[in-house]
Each structure stands twice: as structure tokens, then as C-alpha cells.
């Protein structure tokens, strides 16, 4: 694990995203590239949504969808903001808080380094190493850092942090900004952070994109003190939510929409590891697989990678990219969890893309 102190990209390409690699021609390839579970929005939450289109004439309410939030996890409505996506979120920490010290944890979701370097902040990176099995240290972190963001499950490296190894890194004066967007997709939420009330400078960001299928609406939320709260509230402009988003948060913290995601979680898990399992028998390849993958992807490494993904798109595949993560090269790519049947006809796509790639 080390620190690098940088101002620029440094050759990685911070704004690149999964939705690239299926834009355009994108459309006739099986995505592994973006992280949204498949077959969603569910009918039951389109019809949601579309019922909310007769108000569109007033002004959105958030309240009701605040206070929605704030019972899911616990907490007074005080405590939570509705964003337009984690993207958002991103935007308003750098954006509205005072930040001398700033470090992002990498390999990980690259918008909040790109939102703190828009803003004009210097940003330091911890870089998690692959003979650490890309687990966080503490005490990697420098002590006078002021503003520390980390992904929980991380993307790309699937890999789930302790909560208790994250709660480390809180510290007087320091807010710690830890990105649970993938948490839902892990079975009971295990290392969750939402909801905690007992960590210092503690901001938990969650979306609903993934799970939902929702990329499409934008709606995500911040958990955070109220002081913290209202200083982002202050940066955000006037009704940033749309009144269907906003219909769709109440719609996902229902029982029956928790339960849902419960049982979607369990079934990313049977997936994941199916996907796994395929993805070892090309080890004599060179292939590693990140493990033990916990998030709705997995991070391979392997020869020719780039190689491969191109053979891959003329197969019919979109995986993404790994070189525009801090952290990584070009022989990375993140494979997104897909059912069985996908999942089987990838992995005899990815031999013949391996075997052309050797030639």
C-alpha cells in the first residue's frame, strides 16, 4: 500500500465509466461492463414511477421520501439527503466543504477524485495493492488528512472492508466518506456503515441505481451529521430530485422492496461465485480473479488483456476496462455478475477471445 500525491489523472482516464463500453454499437452486446442488475426495474416499480407522472405540473416534495430514508436506516430525517445519484453526492462534499487535506482510497469508483479535482482540491491516493489482496490499512492514511473517501464493497475490486477496519479511520476534524452503493447487493448488509450515528465526520453515500435498475432516473442519498447535511443542502440547487425519483425512494424502502433486495443479494452471491468458478479453470492462462469477491462484480487480471476485450466485443461481450482505475493497468478488466445462462456463454466466448488473443 502506498501514497501518491498527485494534481492530475496521471494517464488515467477519471471520467471514463462501464456505460462507455456499450454506448453507440453497445447495444448489440451482452453487458458486463456496467454494474446494474439485469432485468430491472421490476414491473412493480415501473408502474411506481409512472404514477407519479400525473404531478409532474408541481414542484417536487422530498419530504415524504426523506423521512422514507431516514426510518429505513433508523435515523431522524435530519440526518438525510436526497441526491441525484452518488455522482451528485460526490459533487456536493467537494464542492461545499472546507477540505485542506484530501486523500481517496484507489483502486476504487474514480467520480469523487474527479468531483474533488474540479473543485480545485490537491488529492492524495492510497493505493491498495494486489499482493495486499487490495484490503485496506489504516494507517496507510495520512494522519493529517482531513477528507478520506473509500468504497465499501469497493468497485472494481469487489472487495468488502470490515466496518470496523473503515470506523479506524474517523478522527476529530476529519470527515470520512465511506461509498455503499454496492452494500445492498451484499447478503444482510454485512459491514455496513449506514445508519451508525457513533462514528465521527461519518458520510455514508448509497444509491439506488444498482439494485433498482435506476441509472436511468438518478436517485441516491447521503447519511451524515446534520450540521454536514445542511452545508451540502446549501451547495445543492432547488428541487434536485425529480418527482419520479423521488416517488421510486419511497417505492424502494418499502418491506416488500427490502425484501426484494434481500433476496436479490443472496441470488448475486449464487451467481457470483458460478462466474468464479468458470473464471479459475482459466488460471493455466494466466487469468487471477480478485478474491473473495463480495460486490456484484469481479476484478480479473490476465495477459493480453486488452487484447482480450476487443476479441470479447466481436464475440458479442462488453466487460470494462480496468486501466482508468488508479491502481491498475491495462491487464485488468471488471466483469460484471450476470445469471447462469449469460454467464455460460460468456465464459466460452472469453476462451475463444483467450485463444485468439495467444495467437
Not at 488529492?123 to 468504497?151: H, K, N, Q
Not at 450476470?338 to 454467464?343: H, K, N, P, S
Amino acid at each position: 500500500m502506498r501514497t501518491d500525491s498527485t494534481r492530475n489523472g496521471e494517464g488515467h482516464d477519471l471520467r471514463h465509466h462501464g456505460d462507455a463500453e456499450v454506448r453507440d454499437d453497445g447495444a448489440r452486446l451482452t453487458d458486463l461492463a456496467v454494474n446494474v442488475r439485469a432485468d430491472t426495474p421490476p414491473a412493480w416499480l415501473r408502474e411506481r414511477i409512472a404514477g407519479s407522472l400525473a404531478g409532474l405540473a408541481a414542484y417536487p416534495d422530498g419530504r415524504r421520501a426523506r423521512a422514507a430514508v431516514a426510518a429505513r436506516h433508523g435515523v431522524p430525517v435530519e440526518r438525510v439527503l436526497l441526491t441525484a445519484g452518488v455522482a451528485e453526492a460526490f459533487v456536493l462534499l467537494a464542492r461545499a466543504l472546507t477540505i485542506r487535506h484530501a486523500v481517496v482510497v484507489h483502486p476504487q469508483f474514480t467520480e469523487p477524485e474527479a468531483a474533488l479535482r474540479d473543485a480545485g482540491h490537491a488529492v492524495d491516493r492510497v493505493l491498495l495493492r494486489e499482493e495486499d489482496g487490495f484490503r485496506l490499512d489504516p494507517a496507510a492514511v495520512p494522519e493529517d488528512a482531513d477528507l478520506v473517501v473509500v468504497g465499501n464493497p469497493t468497485n472494481p475490486t469487489s472487495v468488502l472492508h470490515p466496518a470496523a477496519t473503515i470506523a479506524e479511520l474517523a478522527r476529530p476534524g476529519r470527515t470520512l466518506v465511506v461509498d455503499e452503493a454496492f452494500l445492498d447487493a451484499v447478503p444482510g448488509e454485512r459491514e455496513a456503515l449506514a445508519g451508525r450515528t457513533d462514528v465521527p465526520g461519518l458520510v455514508v453515500l448509497r444509491s439506488l441505481t444498482k439494485t433498482w435498475g435506476l441509472a436511468g432516473l438518478r436517485i441516491g442519498y447521503i447519511l451524515a451529521a446534520p450540521e454536514t447535511i445542511a452545508d451540502l443542502e446549501r451547495a445543492q440547487p432547488l428541487w434536485p430530485v425529480s418527482t419520479p425519483a423521488l416517488a421510486a425512494a419511497v417505492a424502494c424502502m418499502e418491506p416488500r422492496a427490502l425484501a426484494e433486495a434481500a433476496h436479490a443479494a443472496h441470488r448475486v452471491g449464487t451467481d457470483r461465485a458460478h462466474l468464479v468458478a468458470g473464471l479459475r479453470e482459466f488460471a493455466p492462462d494466466g487469468l487471477r480473479v480478485v478474491e473473495p469477491a463480495e460486490g456484484p462484480f469481479v476484478l480479473v487480471r490476465l495477459p493480453r488483456a486488452t487484447d482480450v476485450r476487443r476479441h470479447l466485443r466481436d464475440l458479442g461481450f462488453a466487460v470494462r476496462r480496468g486501466d482508468t482505475f488508479p491502481g491498475l493497468g491495462e491487464e485488468w478488466l471488471r466483469l460484471a455478475v450476470r445469471d447462469r445462462a449469460t454467464v455460460n456463454s460468456f465464459l466460452q466466448a472469453l476462451d475463444q477471445a483467450v485463444t485468439l488473443a495467444q495467437r
